[in-house]
């Protein structure tokens, strides 16, 4: 059962793998090709033609909404890169606090007032939620308040890094196939010297799978999602009812939607951002982003929604034990024979060998994990790199494989823990509040006094 699980998760990390290596090292050849035949301005269209005046002057309205809480240490050359944009439409910036009291919009009024006469960008207050996250209140907030001629909106997380050409790329993909109903992407992150940050980074990466399809995916992230602006206006299948009414998870609630009204959601090859991590990540910062991460598995507005949680609730923490219990049986195995081989008196005859070829098992297992993630990492850097020309390129070398080892383990240990810890709870605090679900659903928030 042990070794099926972790075998089970081995297949699953270079079945990823490969996918994503296909998707997005299909782009980056691609890119680099047209850079080679003289488009130097591929990293934003492959089709130097798309540049041309009478294309870019048909382009259709975009509204950027970001929902923003707090002042982070990458979050100003976050904002930078999302609104110094290279899109050639009509495009707006709608920031939206909780506050004019939250450090945000302080920080983002300044930014605003350097960029005035480049971008066209403002400030929304939208006031404490009280029936929904703060996250999905603000972006609905953001949304009453976007230019009616708006064709498309793009909801962005303060913590992403946009390329140059995204919000174009992700244009061209929404003309192109009209079906979709929601266009998404992922973070990559650039963990810092700390094991905390790279159990984040390791946190991340096999959750790619839900993105490795280079196209149509069942999986999306609320950290970048583009839309249908008509779709918020006419309240289409009651999506904004859900959210504004007990919503949790925007990413979730919207999947949900999609699967249920048989829509398309997409991810295609270029949707990928750098996220740099904070630089000191403590375990308490850690484990509250994991609860994070667990607690939406609680979240639901449907019986069917609710068994694909569950599914996944199961899955993992079976798959995720599967792959640290071997470890541990290992380090047993290992301890008893090293203590034979020094005369232990405890032991009177040869301890049995099949702890010794499970432990090379393991090794040979992780080692292969280990190469498949930085594979994997590679590829994403490199298209991130090409996709971002104007910004310091990020190296792979920078990052400590023994710090991603260890947090092989760390995560799937703690993921089951935490997982239970939330069905269990059902309340989970973020940024000093405390929300409290019933059937899939806020009923209650609690707000301490700095918030």
């Given amino acids: 059962m042990l070794t099926s699980g972790w075998l089970g998760l081995v297949q699953f990390v270079l079945t990823v793998s490969a996918l994503l290596l296909r998707s997005r090292g299909r782009e980056l050849k691609q890119i680099r090709d047209e850079e080679r035949n003289g488009n130097s301005f591929s990293f934003l269209y492959l089709d130097i033609n798309d540049l041309e005046h009478s294309a870019q002057e048909n382009l259709p309205r975009v509204s950027v909404v970001m929902p923003l809480k707090g002042f982070g240490e990458h979050n100003l050359s976050n904002w930078r890169s999302q609104v110094i944009s290279l899109y050639g439409g009509p495009l707006e910036f709608v920031f939206v606090v909780e506050s004019k009291y939250d450090p945000a919009y302080e920080a983002v009024s300044k930014l605003i007032i350097d960029l005035q006469g480049q971008v066209d960008a403002k400030v929304v207050v939208a006031g404490l939620s009280t029936t929904c996250s703060q996250k999905i209140h603000n972006q609905l907030a953001g949304v009453d308040v976007m230019h009616k001629a708006t064709k498309y909106v793009l909801f962005l997380d303060d913590d992403v890094r946009l390329h140059p050409g995204s919000i ?11 079906k979709i109903f929601v266009l998404t992407g992922y973070p990559f992150d650039i963990p810092s010297n700390n094991i905390w940050s790279y159990c984040i980074y390791e946190y991340h990466m096999p959750c790619s799978m839900g993105f490795a399809t280079g196209g149509q995916t069942f999986f999306l992230w609320g950290g970048c999602m583009m839309m249908h602006a008509e779709d918020f206006r006419k309240d289409r299948y009651g999506m904004v009812s859900g959210l504004r009414y007990g919503g949790y998870s925007d990413d979730m609630t919207l ?17 990928v951002f750098f996220h740099p991590l904070s630089t000191h990540v403590s375990f308490s910062q850690y484990w509250n982003y ?3 991460q667990t607690f939406v598995l609680e979240s639901y507005n449907s019986q069917v929604n609710w068994m694909m949680n569950r599914a996944l609730f199961y899955s993992h923490c079976w798959l995720s034990w599967g792959f640290v219990l071997p470890y541990m049986i290992s380090l047993i195995q290992i301890t008893a024979w090293c203590r034979f081989l020094a005369g232990s008196p405890c032991f009177d005859k040869v301890p049995s060998t099949a702890g010794v070829i499970l432990s090379f098992c393991s090794l040979i297992c992780v080692g292969i994990e280990i190469s498949s993630l930085w594979n994997l990492s590679k590829v994403e850097i490199e298209l991130c790199n090409t996709l971002s020309p104007e910004e310091p390129p990020v190296s792979i070398h920078l990052y400590n494989w023994f710090f991603v080892f260890v947090a092989l383990l760390v995560d799937n240990f703690l993921y089951p823990i935490s997982a239970m810890y939330s069905h269990f709870n059902q309340h989970i605090d973020w940024a000093g509040v405390r929300y409290h679900l019933r059937d899939g659903k806020i009923f209650k928030i609690e707000r301490g006094k700095k918030s």
């Fill in 168 to 178: 174009g790329a992700f244009v061209t993909n929404m003309e192109e196939n009209p």
């Fill in 255 to 271: 999947a949900a939607v999609a699967g249920a009204n048989k829509r398309v959601i997409s991810s295609p090859p270029v949707a």
């Fill in 290 to 292: 994991l609860q994070k």
